[in-house]
Nanobody
Framework: QVQLMESGGGSVQPGGSARLSCVAS????????MAWYRRAPGKQRELVAA??????????DSVKGRFTISRISRDAVKNTIYLQMDGLRPEDTAVYYC??????????????WGQGTQVTVSS
């Protein structure tokens, strides 16, 4: 079982910056990949950025060059990811969700979600 604790977000002016954090903890064998998704009002949830256990990253086109995902693995059972968001635009307004793809202790893979954190970009 993986617990995801998100923090950060809030209200930001256009062009500003914000940083989201997500700590994964619990009882599992390994975190394979972590990611940030977002759901804007009236839209479907979309992948924003992802990072694998090996450090490979993937971004949706609209955030490339503006957002940076990074990961710290402090030990075998605690992982933290960050999403540094620069040059924020009103269209980045959404609820941002942390996501983790983990291998459980029974060696089965499963997907976990955080509760979400609101980011509002407005003047």
């Amino acid at each position: 079982q993986v617990q995801l604790m998100e923090s950060g977000g809030g209200s930001v002016q256009p062009g500003g910056s914000a940083r989201l954090s997500c700590v994964a903890s619990g009882s599992f064998w390994r975190i394979n990949e972590m990611a940030w998704y977002r759901r804007a009002p009236g839209k479907q949830r979309e992948l924003v950025a992802a990072i694998t256990i090996g450090g490979s990253t993937n971004y949706t086109d609209s955030v490339k060059g503006r957002f940076t995902i990074s990961r710290i693995s402090r030990d075998a059972v605690k992982n933290t990811i960050y999403l540094q968001m620069d040059g924020l635009r009103p269209e980045d307004t959404a609820v941002y969700y942390c996501n983790a793809d983990a291998t459980r202790l029974d060696l089965q893979r499963d997907v976990y979600w955080g509760q979400g954190t609101q980011v509002t970009v407005s003047s």
